[in-house]
């Protein structure tokens, strides 16, 4: 199984657009989005080419593709917009014998974590900040941000037979 792994989107059109090359390079099995797609919120500023209504028909054209989870926020007007659903807190996925737990990281987070089997990958955005870290046998990992990066890098992570790896989106 390959996976496209991205969060915090926060209604670029511009990075979206990068998003969307690397998912048309990578050709993923699916496309999981961790939150935080349209609306940039009241504590950042706008990111480059901010249109939530570019976004909403580049992400729908991959609406069969997308498992995603809501961010803090995500509103229940982003929902009517999108065509896939994106108001679950969390979702489980199994691959290969892992098993990936997904939210956004505003409640459950890698220093509150949920129960989990040791062994399980922990995924969340929120931060904006890239992480690989094992906390109490969980492997947790951020993908960064797609659009307002607080770590230097817009980013993403590919996951392939087991292995994850941050891919770097470049201007
Ligand atoms: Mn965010």
Aim: with cysteine; glycine share 8%.
């Amino acid at each position: 199984m390959k996976f496209l792994i991205a969060s915090d989107i926060h209604g670029s059109a511009f990075w979206c657009g990068k998003l969307m090359e690397v998912l048309e390079q990578e050709q993923p099995d699916k496309l999981i989005l961790l939150g935080d797609m349209l609306y940039h919120g009241p504590r950042n500023d706008l990111p480059r080419d901010y249109c939530p209504k570019q976004v909403i028909p580049m992400l729908s054209a991959h609406r069969d593709k997308i498992l995603a989870v809501r961010g803090n926020c995500e509103a229940e007007v982003d929902q009517m917009v999108l065509p896939f659903p994106c108001m679950a807190d969390y979702a489980l996925v199994q691959a290969e014998g892992l098993t990936l737990y997904l939210t956004h990281g505003h409640h459950h987070s890698p220093d509150n974590l949920p129960p989990l089997e040791p062994g399980s990958v922990f995924l969340s955005g929120h931060t904006h900040v890239k992480l690989d870290d094992v906390r109490n046998g969980i492997r947790c990992l951020n993908p960064g941000s797609v659009s307002i990066p607080k770590d230097g890098s817009h980013s993403c992570l590919l996951y392939e037979d087991g292995v994850f790896r941050f891919r770097i989106l470049e201007e």
